[in-house]
Antibody, heavy 123, light 108 residues
Framework: QVQLVESGGGLVKPGGSLRLSCAAS????????MGWIRQAPGKGLEWVSH????????SYADSVRGRFTLSRDNAKNSLYLQMNSLSAHDTAVYYC????????????????WGQGTLVIVSS | EIVMTQSPATLSVSPGQRVTLSCRAS??????LAWYQQKPGQAPRLLIY???TRATGIPARFSGSGSGTEFTLTISSLQSGDFAIYFC??????????FGGGTKVEIK
């Protein structure tokens, strides 16, 4: 079954850290670019970060650059998002998503999404 | 940053009606636009990419059109399972991807 399953969300205090994981199955993970998108409660979608197939090219939204680190382990079919210096503005459901491109360049839209993991930053 | 504006914010319609959703970009994104459907408590689902290409498994009642700054998602005959929030996303200005605020399609 083709799917993405996120984990690692929870309640964290402002200034704290959290590491999200995304487990991929049912497809050849190391063929695809991957990304994270978040959605604050009752709000729209915000792109967070994108990574190429070997993990050598990573891009970040301005709102998280310098605080979040995206990585992948192709041997484990997994994607990770290390989040540091968290604030209330980071409270959201975080979705792991697949970029459908299997070529040299990403497509930058997303054809497969996980169910999301909720991160709440509160004291 | 390219700002994506969707209108209307909410649309009340009856099953069987034709629905037209609008998405406007603050500057040209050429044809680099995707549409997603999100139902309550679920992840978004890709409907359209390249402004007009249906994603795999998407019914033909969904169609996309437009280019540059003006885009439209049309649902030719609304089914009960289509009541959801619809988001557009530009990917021309990569990697700074941006989404619209969404249009909620609700039962009239």
């Amino acid at each position: 079954q083709v799917q993405l399953v996120e984990s690692g969300g929870g309640l964290v205090k402002p200034g704290g850290s959290l590491r999200l994981s995304c487990a991929a199955s049912g497809f050849t993970f190391n063929d695809y670019y991957m990304g994270w998108i978040r959605q604050a409660p009752g709000k729209g979608l915000e792109w967070v970060s994108h990574i190429n197939v070997v993990g050598s090219t990573i891009s970040y939204a301005d709102s998280v650059r310098g605080r979040f680190t995206l990585s992948r382990d192709n041997a484990k079919n997994s994607l990770y998002l290390q989040m540091n210096s968290l604030s209330a503005h980071d409270t959201a459901v975080y979705y792991c998503a697949r970029d459908p491109s299997t070529g040299w360049n990403p497509d930058y839209y997303f054809d497969l999404w996980g169910q999301g993991t909720l991160v709440i930053v509160s004291s | 940053e390219i700002v994506m504006t969707q209108s209307p914010a909410t649309l009340s319609v009856s099953p069987g009606q034709r629905v037209t959703l609008s998405c406007r970009a603050s500057q040209s994104v050429r044809g680099d636009l995707a549409w997603y459907q999100q139902k309550p408590g679920q992840a978004p689902r890709l409907l359209i990419y390249g402004a007009s290409t249906r994603a795999t498994g998407i019914p033909a009642r969904f169609s996309g059109s437009g280019s540059g700054t003006e885009f439209t998602l049309t649902i030719s005959s609304l089914q009960s399972g289509d009541f959801a929030i619809y988001f557009c996303q530009q990917y021309n200005n990569w990697p700074q991807l941006t989404f619209g605020g969404g249009t909620k399609v609700e039962i009239k």
